[in-house]
């Protein structure tokens, strides 16, 4: 497969506190990667290294084959919070990116809206933040996301704060989305079943300083969903995946 964004051999301390040890992962074009990893290991970091607002202090990011390192605004990054802003409506939250970008709101607005049915909006236009549900509110933000950077996206725990119900409605609203749109993503979450319910890789990282472990493939049929939990092969997987990241150093 052809190769969107890679990070090569990234490593990050912060004073004393090593974070990241020769970190290398790839995503290729329409591929959903996800990374799982204990708390505190350096997840969100990375995250940021890639995204380009912060540097590592080994290492490089590289985007269609170009060098990104430490160059903030070619992928674009959704993270746990909304972060939509209270006072305006949802059409112009989405269209923050593009306003940013120098465009019109009228040309903005003309370039979001077509998207709004997509993401399970259309109707919701002119509503504000808090007239919104918490499964809304993410749908806003990821449509925010999306009209940012199109091609690449990092999800930063997005469902992370949802009760589990909801949670479980998102992860399937986000697979359908997935199916009508060219992103290729990167996810961070705590949660193996999200992780192997939308994946098509999944990277598991070890306690701090983070190296990567070791890299499973879920080829798991697609569409995927409840069903899919009680399948002999995603139970396979499931504790494969388990026992790799509670697995720790014997020197631990």
């Given at each position: 497969m052809d190769s969107i964004l890679e990070a090569?051999?990234?490593?990050?301390?912060?004073?004393?506190?090593?974070?990241?040890?020769?970190?290398?992962?790839?995503?290729?074009?329409?591929?959903f990667v996800t990374i799982l990893g204990p708390s505190g290991c350096g997840k969100s970091t990375l995250f940021s290294i890639i995204a380009g607002i912060a540097l590592p202090d080994q290492g490089d990011v590289i985007?269609?084959?170009?060098?990104?390192?430490?160059?903030?605004?070619?992928?674009?990054?959704?993270?746990?919070?909304?972060l939509l802003l209270p006072w305006r409506n949802i059409l112009d939250n989405v269209?923050?990116?593009?306003?940013?970008?120098?465009?019109?709101?009228?040309?903005?607005?003309?370039?979001?809206?077509?998207?709004?049915?997509?993401?399970?909006?259309?109707?919701?236009?002119?509503?504000?933040?808090?007239?919104?549900?918490?499964?809304?509110?993410?749908?806003?933000?990821?449509?925010?996301?999306?009209?940012?950077?199109?091609?690449?996206?990092?999800?930063?725990?997005?469902?992370?704060?949802l009760d589990a119900l909801t949670r479980q409605t998102m992860q399937q609203w986000l697979m359908n989305v997935m199916e009508?749109?060219?992103?290729?993503?990167?996810?961070?979450?705590?949660?193996?079943?999200?992780?192997?319910?939308?994946?098509?890789?999944?990277?598991v990282l070890?306690?701090?300083p983070a190296e990567i472990r070791k890299e499973f493939r879920v080829n798991l049929k697609r569409p995927r969903g409840l069903n899919s939990f009680a399948e002999?092969?995603?139970i396979q997987l499931k504790e494969s995946v388990l026992a790799c990241l509670t697995d720790r150093p014997s020197e631990e």
């Open positions: 090569k051999n990234i490593k990050k301390s912060f004073v004393r506190l090593h974070t990241l040890e020769n970190i290398s992962l790839h995503l290729n074009r329409k591929e985007i269609e084959g170009e060098k990104y390192t430490g160059i903030a605004g070619r992928v674009s990054f959704m993270h746990q919070k909304d269209c923050l990116p593009l306003f940013l970008k120098g465009i019109n709101q009228r040309q903005a607005h003309a370039e979001a809206l077509p998207h709004f049915a997509l993401f399970g909006l259309e109707g919701f236009e002119k509503y504000y933040p808090a007239q919104l549900s918490g499964g809304m509110r993410q749908r806003a933000a990821l449509l925010r996301t999306f009209m940012f950077s199109q091609d690449i996206m990092l999800l930063d725990e997005p469902f992370g704060g009508e749109i060219e992103s290729s993503v990167l996810l961070i979450t705590h949660d193996v079943d999200e992780a192997l319910l939308l994946s098509d890789r999944v990277y070890s306690h701090r002999p092969e995603y």
